[in-house]
């Protein structure tokens, strides 16, 4: 038995509190989603436990989760209405995607060696088949992502509902809510079926014509590679411009405080001229003042700001090596991007033509600046490198002694003079004043620190800071000759405009989709199944089901409730919009269901418990409870020795006010029926409520204690639990 803590330490909020409300898992049986309370999804590897992303578009509890694998249609040579091939090999668009990448660096080379293990660079995302994880809220709204990271659509379900539909059943207008019990999509994703309760006690079956997502279907995979491509680049831009700040500011706080021992020299010894002033005046004489000279023999320690010379060389490198390499792949993607919004056949309803062009333009424009604070900080680093190298000649000088040819650097006194001119104690990337004189214009590092660290967070973008926002303001108009100059990037914060920049692109893919693919949702049909009053707390209101969709668009629907007149296990078959058969079986009195899930498109599992009462008491002490597996249906590829079940269609049509189960309670009479298979699984009744996920590629069933927030997993191929 193996037994995996989920706990939510990697959560953006920092919260680790948030209760796990649902969890599924993904159609390979490789990654399971996590559904949590505050409406955040995670999704974890299920080989070494690690997060592989997070998001949050509800704010409400994830109730539902389910990870549909899409059909491939490769060899399909469906057309739509236009004319246009829809259902062509996925292989050409994927390709080609694969071959723009061979353009650029692999994506791992885009993060440091150290830094991988902690992301999830997705190399097999562009080898997967397109699947598409559905998230349902407590207030009845689905969100659709693809690949469980990009949302493409959204549904309001109830909105939905009460629009166009309230009409069909007396307790839809009034309902204020509704909770989703269960949700399947079938593979050619043309049919979306829900099971719901609403809060005025109406359980109903709803099915959605969803064929927009399989017309659509090779665009919205082609748009989600580039988007997810996009998002790990942001990644690295954001994780290399935050480590950028980082050393920036260690590189101010060691040099503020060197800066300020000067000044305390200078203030023991009655001077009142400014560090800057005396430097000068040494690089101009080469004659030292007594405060100088003892500064400088003293607390100048040239192998620490030789460190400080080589931060600001890697400062360099990183823009060099990550930050603009990043860039010029976001701007390819873009590009691309544009190019297909052009394409107003296919691209319509998922790429706003207009949007794309003004972030394309952007783009440009961001570009320039990029290249701009790279000629900056390459400035700084040449001003910085002639100033040590001049101390260091300067210190050997004053204590007769021979330089190390290995620290003794060639220096150039215009780039010294211009540094000395600039202000020693002046930031010059993240200025506050550009007026004061060089000796008093000083920025607070702790400002900066504090500013820098909210704002280039990797994962928070939103928090706004006045030191950078008046960072790189013009230059005194006395420093004109400064050899480095800002007037390029003067008018906005560079990190203001880095702001802006990732807004604009995460623009391109959270505007048009979400609302065109939604308006082409229809329900074909809703039929309800039970009612119960809410208010009679005498009566127990279990409604336990599952759906499972087949090939060619058929569905089944198995339900078990404590309504009912006669303990059955229903399965209903849905084989078009109007067709539906029904089955059931005859369940002991004994027994009673605690959960149920589809296994595959033979059989169901369901969680079954039976009342232990010993001879001398009169209440139940425990229960037991089994795994049963009851088999539905019997395809071509079954060897098994099973007689398939009769399927009944009922004599008329389900109109939308007629209670399903009270019909099938009337038609169905039948013998209690062996399951296929059961298993004891757990022998005591204290313990905490238990939901059940099963996956059918790994053969799999997974037990949530919610209590413990564990996960028990149980092997369904052997008789051992693993």
């Known amino acids: 038995m193996d037994l995996i803590a989920l706990d939510n330490n990697n959560s953006n909020n920092g919260n680790n509190d948030i209760s796990i409300t649902s969890i599924v898992w993904s159609p390979n049986g490789k990654m399971i989603p996590v559904g949590c309370e505050n409406g955040s999804v995670f999704i974890y590897s299920i080989e070494n436990s690690k997060l592989i992303s997070s998001s949050q578009y509800h704010k409400n509890k994830i109730h539902k989760l389910l990870w549909i694998k899409s059909l491939d249609n490769s060899n399909s040579n469906n057309k739509n209405s236009n004319g246009f091939n829809n259902n062509v090999s996925n292989l050409s668009f994927i390709e080609q995607i694969k071959n723009d990448m061979n353009l650029f660096p692999p994506i791992s080379s885009y993060f440091d060696s150290s830094k991988e293990d902690s992301i999830y660079l997705g190399n097999d995302i562009y080898d997967r088949q397109f699947d598409l994880l559905l998230c349902c809220d407590s207030n009845g709204n689905i969100s659709f992502l693809v690949f469980g990271i990009f949302k493409i659509v959204s549904i309001d379900l109830l909105s939905l509902i009460k629009s166009k539909y309230s009409s069909l059943h007396f307790l839809i207008k009034p309902a204020k809510s509704l909770n989703i019990l269960d949700i399947t999509l079938t593979e050619s994703l043309n049919k979306l079926s829900i099971m719901i309760e609403t809060d005025n006690?109406?359980?109903?079956?709803?099915?959605?014509?969803?064929?927009?997502?399989?017309?659509?279907?090779?665009?919205?995979?082609?748009?989600?590679?580039?988007y997810f491509l996009k998002s790990q680049l942001q990644i690295s831009l954001d994780l290399h411009l935050k480590d950028i700040v980082s050393k920036w500011k260690d590189c101010q706080q060691q040099l503020t405080s060197k800066w300020n021992e000067f000044e305390k020299v200078l203030m023991d010894y009655g001077y009142?001229?400014?560090?800057?002033?005396?430097?000068?005046?040494?690089?101009?004489?080469?004659?030292?003042?007594?405060?100088?000279?003892?500064?400088?023999?003293?607390?100048?320690?040239?192998?620490?700001?030789?460190?400080?010379?080589?931060?600001?060389?890697?400062?360099?490198?990183?823009?060099?090596?990550?930050?603009?390499?990043?860039?010029?792949?976001i701007f390819h993607i873009v590009t691309l991007l544009h190019n297909n919004s052009l394409q107003s056949e296919r691209f319509q309803s998922l790429l706003d033509q207009q949007l794309i062009k003004n972030t394309l333009d952007y783009c440009g424009s961001f570009g320039m600046k990029l290249h701009n604070l790279e000629t900056v900080i390459c400035g700084i680093e040449a001003n910085f490198s002639s100033f040590t190298s001049w101390l260091y000649k300067t210190q050997c000088f004053l204590n007769e002694m021979q330089p190390d040819r290995k620290i003794l650097q060639p220096f150039n006194e215009l780039l010294i003079m211009s540094l000395l001119k600039k202000g020693l104690k002046q930031d010059l990337l993240f200025s506050l004043a550009s007026n004061s004189s060089p000796s008093s214009t000083t920025s607070s590092p702790k400002n900066v620190n504090t500013s820098t660290s909210q704002l280039l967070s990797p994962y928070k973008f939103n928090s706004r800071s006045d030191s950078l926002n008046n960072s790189f303001s013009s230059s005194n108009s006395s420093d004109s000759s400064i050899d480095f100059q800002f007037k390029d990037i003067i008018s906005n914060s560079f990190f203001d405009c880095y702001k802006e920049f990732k807004n604009k692109t995460?623009?391109?893919?959270?505007?048009?989709?979400?609302?065109?693919?939604?308006?082409?949702?229809?329900?074909?049909?809703?039929?309800?199944?039970?009612?119960?009053?809410?208010?009679?707390?005498?009566?127990?209101?279990?409604?336990?089901?599952?759906?499972?969709?087949?090939?060619?668009?058929?569905?089944?629907?198995?339900?078990?409730?404590?309504?009912?007149?006669?303990?059955?296990?229903?399965?209903?078959?849905?084989?078009?919009?109007?067709?539906?058969?029904?089955?059931?079986?005859?369940?002991?009195?004994?027994?009673?269901?605690?959960?149920?899930?589809?296994?595959?498109?033979?059989?169901?599992?369901a969680t079954v418990s039976q009342d232990i009462i010993k001879s001398n008491q009169k209440k139940s002490s425990r229960k037991n409870t089994f795994l049963k597996q009851y088999q539905y249906n019997k395809t071509e590829d079954d060897d098994t020795e099973f007689e398939e079940k009769e399927y009944k269609k009922l004599d008329v049509n389900i109109p939308p006010s007629t209670i399903l189960l009270d019909l099938l309670d009337t038609v169905f009479s039948c013998q209690v029926e062996d399951s296929f298979?059961?298993?004891?699984?757990?022998?005591?009744?204290?313990?905490?409520?238990?939901?059940?996920?099963?996956?059918?590629?790994?053969?799999?069933?997974?037990?949530?204690?919610?209590?413990?927030?564990?996960?028990?997993?149980?092997?369904?191929?052997e008789d051992e639990r693993r």
């Not at 109406?202 to 919205?220: F, Q, R």
């Not at 040239?302 to 490198?317: A, D, V, W």
């Not at 009679?536 to 499972?548: E, G, Q, R, W, Y």
């Not at 996960?711 to 191929?717: D, G, K, P």
């Open 201 to 226: 006690g109406l359980l109903m079956s709803i099915t959605l014509d969803t064929s927009i997502l399989s017309l659509k279907k090779n665009e919205i995979h082609q748009v989600s590679l580039q």
């Open 272 to 329: 009142s001229s400014s560090i800057e002033q005396e430097l000068i005046g040494l690089l101009l004489t080469g004659v030292p003042s007594p405060p100088t000279h003892q500064f400088l023999i003293n607390n100048i320690n040239i192998k620490k700001l030789k460190t400080i010379e080589t931060t600001y060389n890697s400062i360099r490198e990183i823009l060099i090596k990550f930050v603009l390499p990043s860039f010029l792949n």
């Open 506 to 605: 995460l623009e391109i893919f959270s505007n048009e989709i979400t609302k065109s693919l939604s308006n082409s949702f229809k329900i074909e049909n809703i039929i309800p199944i039970c009612l119960y009053d809410k208010n009679d707390t005498s009566v127990s209101h279990k409604f336990n089901c599952s759906l499972i969709s087949h090939p060619n668009d058929l569905i089944y629907i198995g339900f078990n409730t404590t309504l009912s007149m006669s303990n059955r296990l229903f399965i209903a078959k849905r084989e078009s919009k109007s067709k539906w058969s029904f089955t059931c079986f005859q369940l002991e009195e004994s027994l009673g269901i605690q959960d149920l899930k589809f296994y595959n498109q033979q059989s169901i599992m």
């Open 677 to 717: 298979k059961s298993r004891e699984i757990i022998a005591k009744s204290r313990i905490s409520p238990i939901t059940l996920e099963l996956s059918t590629s790994r053969r799999i069933a997974a037990y949530v204690t919610r209590k413990k927030r564990k996960i028990i997993l149980y092997e369904l191929a």
